[in-house]
């Protein structure tokens, strides 16, 4: 099917989308001592708990592993139908928030395996921004990227390589973390509640979404 958010490549939509992953990463990591973006620590610690016949742990850091790749299987479906996928995937990523809450006080397990589906559509909604260099889950490769820019820019003396907007990019996840960590300790002991900051950021993209979509497709 056609993309048509090919066009949606500016530098401020992709901070953002970085931010809201800085932020809920450091809100997972600090409300229940979990990260739900980068799943190699999961694997690692699945593998050390079957080796230490810790199989219930290993149960659990299953079930993290196959929600979040239900998540991925979901926004894959969405954007095989007939609707507008990316809008779809965003309204079900701002459920999954209000879920998580909802679930905060009751279960924390179950917020945690809400923010993993939560993860696993908003990765794969924007995994690889269109047209850029740029992820906005896997700050690694972002930073391999911005090592190459530095590089042409500086070294090779590129003169049409542009660094600051990747700068940028680069700061807003520690941007994220930072201030998901400052508002939940503003908010203690109502730190749940700052995950609503991201179901206001999630409205937002799909403020942009609309008006760019207003714009470009009159």
Known sequence: M??????????LFVVLLLFISGFVDAY???VF???TSYHTGTLTKL?????????FAALDGTITILIFICGVITCECTKRSKL???KVNVSICIL???LTIAFSNINSKIAVYLLNFFSGVFM???????????????????LKKYGSSLYRKFIAKDSKERVLPFTCIIASYPFGAFWGRKLINLLVPHSNFAILFVSVLLLVVIIILNLKQIKNFR
Do not use: Q
């Not at 056609?2 to 530098?11: G, L, P, Q, S």
């Not at 690889?128 to 690694?140: E, F, I």
């Open 47 to 55: 593998g050390m708990n079957l080796a230490d016949s810790n199989f």
């Open 2 to 11: 056609e993309n048509k958010y090919k066009n949606y490549d500016t530098t």
């Open 33 to 35: 001592s979990e990260t």
């Open 28 to 30: 997972s990591r600090a």
């Open 84 to 86: 507008d996928f990316m």
């Open 96 to 98: 999954c928030t209000i």
């Open 124 to 142: 794969n909604t924007f995994g690889s921004w269109n047209g850029t260099n740029t992820s906005v889950t896997v700050m690694t490769a972002n």
